[in-house]
């Protein structure tokens, strides 16, 4: 029996919201495992790209910056135009963009609500359907990975809108496997538990926040980007050929309570 591969040898990803933390971890996870990347941020934030770019561009990958903005339409199209210009082709679709508006659910605005369900679903659906488009039309198939949270499928305190969206994120990731299996193309998500990264630390900095979070992962410690990469980087590679429509929890056993 040959092992499936875990490498991504001859193709290209464009992983969203890559200027800093999960996001640029996942890029150069990509590339240490042979793919080629293009990598976005807003446009406000494109100055974070360039030390991602050139960490890639280092282990002897292709890598482009480019801006993005969900779930604006026009930025989508061009994104997408100039990825395909640039690097030829799209074969890995990562969703990672993504916000959080932490607030008690009595104190959420209209506002905060269309803001992250904006960016965490809306956002993401029109992204996969602009690449969708580009894998149908080039026949070749292809891998979506979306970004989820292990709060897709539990609650938490203050984030009604964000756990509201990444449930919907999760029972789309399903639709879209359902209705691009035809096409052999893969959809699946990742849901990640609480991850330290430099956006996420003054979460970590309340100690009583951080305590109850402890309490709740069995394996004791919160996570590291590392801790999420692999699960990227398999549900994008030959070795995931038959998954589709799954989420795989990369939660230290939050759910398994």
């Known amino acids: 029996m040959v092992l499936p591969s875990m490498r991504l040898d001859g193709k290209v990803a464009l992983v969203t919201g890559a200027g800093s933390g999960l996001g640029k971890a996942m890029a150069l996870a990509v590339a240490e495992s042979g793919g080629d990347c293009v990598v976005t941020e807003l446009p406000e934030k494109m100055a974070s ?44 679709l990562v969703n990672n963009a993504g916000v959080n508006i932490p607030k008690d659910a009595l104190d959420v605005t209209e506002q905060d609500w269309d803001r992250v369900v904006d960016v965490n679903l809306k956002g993401v659906f029109f992204l996969s359907q602009r690449v969708g488009k580009e894998m149908v039309h080039r026949g070749a198939g292809g891998k979506i990975v979306n970004i989820a949270s292990q709060n897709g499928v539990v609650g938490y305190y203050k984030r009604a809108a964000y756990c509201s969206s990444k449930a919907g994120l999760v029972n789309l990731t399903r639709v879209l496997a359902l209705e691009w299996a035809k096409y052999k193309i893969n959809v699946n998500a990742v849901g990640p538990t609480f991850i330290l990264t430099p956006l996420t630390q003054s979460t970590f900095d309340d100690p009583v926040l951080r305590e109850d979070l402890l309490k709740r992962i069995p394996l004791g410690r919160v996570g590291q980007p590392e801790d999420v990469v692999g699960a990227v980087v398999f549900l994008a590679s030959p070795a995931a050929d038959l998954i589709t429509g799954h989420t795989l929890l990369v939660d230290g056993g939050w759910t398994a309570l």
């Open 49 to 92: 790209l360039e030390p991602v770019c050139d960490a890639i561009r280092a282990l002897d990958r292709k890598a482009i910056g480019l801006p993005l903005r969900l779930p604006d339409m026009a930025s989508i199209d061009a994104l997408v135009t100039e990825a395909i210009r640039g690097l030829g082709c799209i074969d890995i």
